[in-house]
C-alpha cells in the first residue's frame, strides 16, 4: 500500500496452508482409489463365486448320484476337485474380506482387555485342544476400530497356537507398552519360529510357508493382521528364530 511517498507491504507465509491443501488433495486421490478397487474387488469376488458354487452344486449332485459307480480312482478324483474348488471359494472370500479392510470407519474407545479376553473365549476350544497357556498383561484402553482390532488379535492368537512345536505345550505372553506415538504391543510365543528370509514374506496376501497338510490356512492371516495395523497409522513387524517362536510387534498410534 503506497502514501504519501511511503509504502507498506504485508507478507503472509502459506507454506503450511499450501502443505495442507496438497496433503488433503492426496488423501481425496487416496480415497477415491480405494472406493474404485474395492467395488472392483467385489465385483470381481461376486463374477468369480458363481462358477464356483455351480461348480461345487454339480459336484454334490454327481456325487450323490453317481459316486457308487466310479472307482476307488475316480472317487479320489472327485474328492479332490471338490476339495480345490472349495478352497478357491474361501480364497474369494477371502480377498473380499481384505478388500472391506479399507473402508472409512469411525474410532472408538475400546478397552483391549475386554477385547483380549472376548477373543480367548471364542478360541477357547482350540486353547483346550493343545493345552497351551496364555499370560495377557494389562492391556491399554485406546481410540482404535474395535472390530478390525478384535480381528488381529485373533488372527495372531491362533497362528501361535497353529504354529506350535511338536509333544510342546503352546506358552503365548501378550503384553503392550506406552510410547511417544502410542502403544507397542507383544504377541510372543514359543512356536517353531520363521526363518529370516521369510519375515516380509508372511505379510504378503496369499503367501503360505507350509503345505496344506503341514497346516491349514489360506494365508490371508497375518495379511489381515499388516492391512489392519496399517488403517491404525502403525507397523507390524516379527522377531523369530526356527524352533525357539516368535514375537509379533505392532505399533497403534493414538
Not at 499450501?18 to 478397487?37: F, G, H, N, T, V
Not at 485342544?129 to 474395535?146: E, G, H, K, Q, R
Request: net charge negative; proline share 2%.
Amino acid at each position: 500500500m503506497e502514501t504519501e511517498g511511503l509504502e507498506l507491504r504485508a507478507i503472509r507465509d502459506i507454506t503450511k496452508t499450501k502443505e495442507q491443501e496438497e496433503k488433503l488433495r492426496k488423501y481425496s486421490i487416496l480415497e477415491a482409489k480405494s472406493k474404485e478397487m474395492e467395488q472392483f474387488t467385489y465385483i470381481a469376488s461376486h463374477d468369480l463365486r458363481h462358477p464356483l458354487q455351480t461348480i461345487l452344486s454339480y459336484i454334490k449332485v454327481f456325487d450323490k448320484d453317481y459316486a457308487k459307480k466310479l472307482d476307488e480312482d475316480g472317487q479320489m478324483c472327485l474328492h479332490l476337485i471338490s476339495e480345490a474348488a472349495t478352497r478357491m471359494d474361501k480364497l474369494v472370500l477371502g480377498l473380499l474380506d481384505y478388500s472391506r479392510l479399507s473402508k472409512i470407519k469411525q474410532l472408538e474407545t475400546v478397552n483391549c482387555n475386554d477385547i483380549i479376553h472376548a477373543v480367548l473365549d471364542d478360541l477357547n476350544l482350540a486353547i483346550q485342544a493343545t493345552d497351551a497357556t496364555i499370560t495377557v498383561n494389562n492391556m491399554p484402553t485406546l481410540s482404535a476400530y474395535p472390530l478390525e482390532l478384535r480381528q488381529l488379535f485373533q488372527n495372531l492368537i491362533s497362528n501361535a497356537l497353529k504354529f506350535k512345536r511338536n509333544n510342546i505345550r503352546p506358552e503365548i505372553n501378550i503384553s503392550a507398552k506406552q510410547d511417544k506415538t502410542g502403544y507397542t504391543f507383544e504377541f510372543h510365543d514359543n512356536g517353531i519360529g520363521i526363518e529370516e528370509k521369510d519375515r516380509e514374506k508372511i505379510f504378503q496376501i496369499f503367501q503360505r510357508l507350509h503345505t496344506h497338510e503341514e497346516y491349514e490356512g489360506l494365508g490371508l492371516g497375518l495379511a489381515y493382521c499388516k492391512k489392519i495395523v496399517e488403517l491404525h497409522n502403525g507397523q507390524i513387524w516379527v522377531r523369530s528364530k526356527p524352533g525357539e517362536g516368535s514375537t509379533f510387534y505392532f505399533t497403534i498410534n493414538t
